[in-house]
């Protein structure tokens, strides 16, 4: 280690924790974060919770407030057994993206990791949030907080109403429609509880004028019988469809025949939530990889000025290194690249290209390539770019070399892979351009839309499904989803797999065709 250039009391001497330490450290940190790294945050809200509740936390999703259902209860026992057994560690922290931003803080952590995890998450992840261009666009750090608890209060008046059993069903097909529930182009309208609350009065009211319940006692007719009021309903309804929509949660709440209010009120609650995570989904390099980094400057300029021992630096190092392990392709634990490993490397090569660059550093990155600045090359990085984008500007030469990537090619009919690109002179743009494609949730996600609903008609729902690159879906999954989509619907469901280039129809089905092989 290097000799530190400044002696200032150690903000702790114990691997035990309790809050003055904590309110120490915490202080420092911020210090450095705002004067050195010139970070922009949210007010910090810090909790220490038990593993128990930590656990409690992954299994719904990692909300402070969400609404009851079975597959969270599922999620904690199997995570929870692992736990016990030893066979899975936890998560060091746990970090919302809300205004005040919350962090949570295993109690079972040592000062020293403690230390780590409030740099990590109430600075990194903390600043990421705030100033990262989608999770501007597309969350709303200040309401997230009051619209779960509206959520979950309202899932629960539904459940004493309409029975657990009712809302259960819903909330199934919902949550197994949750990723292709968000809008990719469309920017959402601002979260307000109040504004909720005065949009389902407005829907009740409406359902209420469209709907006369005589007609309830009388035997079901053909559609030219149906009420005059609900004809009226479904012919504005037709004519104000837009198609095609990305948005299969969206199109359901809004043209389904059959929903309620309240059942349409929950598949709003559920796309919502799935939009909330939309961005965090695009950013998962960039968002580790600069919490990391930032942990990991913050703790080395602790150590530098002596404010943490040396003992507490090899402790923080030997965690760090766990973070950012990767493992080889042929290594049995490997699973792809480690997100935190990839972010954080390409943060510290964006690091030495602005104040040490070599020929080929200025060849390749000409706007900022020895400019100085590496924390104001960072900033503007964090705050304008995805993973995709990311990687395909800023992936260096260099870091290719260092990390010995190369890129493979896969046909399904081939019982071989091809090596397409190494890391040498010729393959460079081709690791990086594949690298990013892999991050690009336009190119890795199934592109579903609905392209036709006849409400005058036979109300047929028709879905389709664009294939590319042959990657069609998994046929137990699929045809599952689509009895989902078909108790939303309350009419016939079908899918259609059409090839991007060529237009041919691989694969269609129907939900009625499932109902009678069932």
């Known amino acids: 280690m290097e000799k530190r250039s400044k002696q200032l009391p150690l903000l702790f001497t114990s691997s035990d924790w309790n809050f003055d330490d904590l309110s120490r450290a915490y202080d420092a940190i911020r210090e450095i974060a705002v004067n050195e790294l010139r970070l922009d945050f949210y007010p910090n809200q810090i909790e220490v919770i ?98 779960m608890e509206f959520a979950k209060s309202f899932i629960a008046r539904c459940e004493e109403r309409y029975s657990p059993a009712a ?122 990889g600069c919490a990391t980094f930032v942990h990991y400057t913050i703790m080395n300029s602790l150590y530098d000025k002596g404010q943490i021992s040396e003992g507490t630096m090899l402790e923080v190092l030997q965690n760090h290194s766990n973070v950012v392990f990767q493992p080889h392709f042929d290594d049995p634990r490997y699973g792809g690249l480690n997100p935190y490993t990839l972010g954080f490397n390409m943060m510290r090569d964006i690091q030495r290209i602005c104040t040490e660059p070599t020929a080929e550093d200025r060849d390749w990155f000409p706007d900022f390539a020895g400019n100085g600045d590496w924390c104001g090359t960072l900033l503007d990085a964090w705050a304008t770019h995805r993973d995709e984008s990311f990687i395909r500007q800023f992936l260096s030469p260099a870091l290719i070399r260092d990390m010995r990537l190369f890129s493979l090619q896969e046909e399904s009919s081939d019982p071989y892979y091809e090596v397409m690109a190494i890391h040498d002179e010729r393959g460079y743009e081709r690791v990086r351009s594949s690298l990013a494609n892999s991050y690009d949730v336009g190119m890795t996600q199934p592109d579903i839309q609905a392209v036709d609903a006849d409400l005058k008609g036979d109300r047929k729902l028709r879905i389709k499904h664009t294939v590319h690159n042959g990657a069609t879906l998994v046929e137990e999954t699929r045809n599952e989803t689509i009895r989902y989509i078909q108790r939303l619907w309350g009419h016939e469901v079908s899918l259609v797999g059409v090839d991007a280039q060529t237009d041919k129809v691989l694969y269609e089905v129907s939900s009625k065709e499932l109902g009678e092989k069932a």
């Open 50 to 147: 038990s593993s128990e509740q930590m656990l409690d936390a992954y299994s719904s999703i990692g909300m402070p407030l969400m609404y009851q259902h079975w597959s969270f209860g599922k999620h904690f026992v199997h995570e929870s057994n692992l736990y016990r057994k030893g066979r899975m560690g936890l998560a060091y922290e746990l970090v919302i993206n809300s205004n005040p931003c919350i962090t949570y803080l295993m109690e079972e952590n040592t000062m020293a990791l403690q230390t780590l995890v409030i740099a990590h998450a109430s600075f990194g992840h903390n600043h990421f949030f705030k100033n990262n261009y989608l999770f501007q666009q597309w969350t709303d750090a200040g309401a997230i907080l009051p619209y």
């Open 167 to 288: 809302v259960e069903a819903v909330l199934d097909a919902a949550h197994a429609l949750m990723p292709q529930a968000v809008f990719r182009y469309r920017r959402r309208p601002r979260l307000s509880v109040e504004r909720e609350r005065a949009r389902i009065r407005e829907r009740l009211e409406h359902e209420e004028r469209t709907f006369s319940d005589l007609w309830r006692t009388l035997p079901q007719a053909a559609e030219a019988e149906a009420p005059r009021e609900v004809q009226t309903d479904m012919s504005e309804r037709q004519s104000a469809i837009e198609y095609p929509e990305e948005n299969l949660l969206y199109f359901l709440e809004k043209n389904s025949p059959v929903l309620k209010p309240w059942q349409r009120e929950i598949l709003r609650i559920v796309r919502v939530i799935a939009q909330y995570f939309y961005p965090q989904r695009q950013t998962k390099v960039m968002n580790e």
